[in-house]
Structure formats: C-alpha cells, structure tokens
C-alpha cells in the first residue's frame, strides 16, 4: 500500500476516534490531514492523470479540506452550511471529472438518487427549515456527482449488480461504491442533525458520519481509478 494513504488511514482512525470519544483535538490534529495526504498521493502517483483529470482531483480536495475543517464542529448551523458549500464545490469537481471519464446519468441510478435527495429534502423542511434550503442545494451536487460515480461504463469489465459496478481489483470498479458511502455519511449527517439527541448518540453517530466519509474519499481519490483509458 502507498505511504500516504497508509498516512491517511492512519489520520482518518484518529479522527474516528477524536469524534467518538468527544476528544476535538484529536479531529482539529488528524482531520485538516486527510484530504492534503490524498493529494500528496496523487501528486506521487498520479503523474500519468490526464492534467485537466489531475487539476480537478486536486481542487476537489482542496475544497474538500475547507469542509471537512469547518465541520468539525458538526453542531453549529453556520458551520455545517459553509461546510456543505465546501463540498458542493467538490461534488461538482468530482462530476465534471466523472463526466470527462465518459460517465453518462442511468435512469435506475438516477431515480435512486432523486429518491434520496427529495427524502432528504422533505426532512429538513418539515424539521431544520432554518437550514432546508442550503442543504437540499448541496444534496443535488452529491445527487448529480454519485450518478456519474456509479455508471457501470466507468469499469466496463467489472461485474455490475442492479446497475452498480462489484468492487474488484479493478480501482473504477470501487467508485460506484464510494458514492454510495457518501451518500450514506451525508444522510447520516441529515439523521445526526434532526434525530440526535443525547451527547452519546450526537457522538457515535458522528464516528460513522466520518468513517463512512473517510472511505468514500479514499475510493473516489485513488489516482488510479482516473488514468485507465477512456
């Protein structure tokens, strides 16, 4: 495995763990780390990425970092809406590469996302409306970039189940499987915002928010899933 994202593992256990057992300063050392260690990885490994690929990877990334500092604080509304503006500029980075790659909208994928979006969305209004609109926006960047992620063309080798590619050997077989994890850590973040009460649930359920996140970014970053031929 390559150092970095053997650093990033290792980050993203301890931001697990900071998020857990309620310890901030653990997340405010390992977190900032994780998206910077993917991009180191790409900038070692990823030197034969088509540049555009390699430029918007490496920007994702960087908005990716502005969210996940802001969203350490996951309690705070002001904070959870620049976060998810954070990552709606990454949604869209990761679309448009997706999309360069050759990933075209599947009607079976696409109702599911919808499904998902107008589910999320009604929640929000009917209980967080101070905070409906901006997150019901970032959810259609997620909804757009994990319909482009799960096209089984992106590994057309791979074997395909209910319209989304089995993990293999094959990196463009994993990132239908990444999206899926992110859609699960973002509705969990919708979940943990209107359902959480106690200290203890506020708490575990963000150890799974960010553990499903860590690796759907490891996933969805790998250099290699972008530098097979179109």
Do not use: C
Request: proline share 6%; aromatic share 6%.
């Amino acid at each position: 495995m390559r150092a970095f994202r053997v650093g990033y593992l290792a980050a993203a256990a301890v931001t697990v763990a900071g998020a857990v057992t309620g310890r901030d300063r653990l997340q405010w050392f390992a977190k900032p780390l994780l998206m910077p260690l993917l991009a180191a990885d790409i900038a070692r490994n990823g030197t034969a990425l088509d540049p555009v690929d390699r430029g918007l990877l490496l920007g994702s990334l960087g908005a990716a970092t502005v969210g996940d500092v802001l969203l350490i604080d996951p309690d705070d509304d002001r904070r959870l809406v620049a976060g998810a503006s954070s990552f709606a500029v990454m949604q869209t980075g990761y679309a448009v590469l997706w999309s360069r790659r050759g990933a075209k909208p599947r009607p079976a994928i696409v109702a599911q996302r919808v499904l998902a979006w107008l589910g999320a969305g009604a929640l929000l209004r009917a209980k967080a409306p101070a905070v409906a609109v901006p997150l019901t926006a970032y959810g259609a960047t997620l909804a757009v970039a994990g319909t482009l992620a799960s096209d089984p063309a992106l590994a057309p080798a791979a074997k395909s189940v209910a319209g989304l590619n089995v993990p293999s050997a094959d990196p463009r077989s994993r990132l239908g499987l990444g999206a899926l994890l992110f859609t699960v850590s973002d509705g969990l973040i919708v979940l943990r915002r209107l359902f959480a009460r106690s200290s203890r649930s506020r708490r575990l359920t963000e150890g799974v928010i960010l553990a499903t996140y860590s690796a759907a970014q490891y996933l969805l970053a790998d250099p290699e899933a972008h530098t097979a031929a179109r």
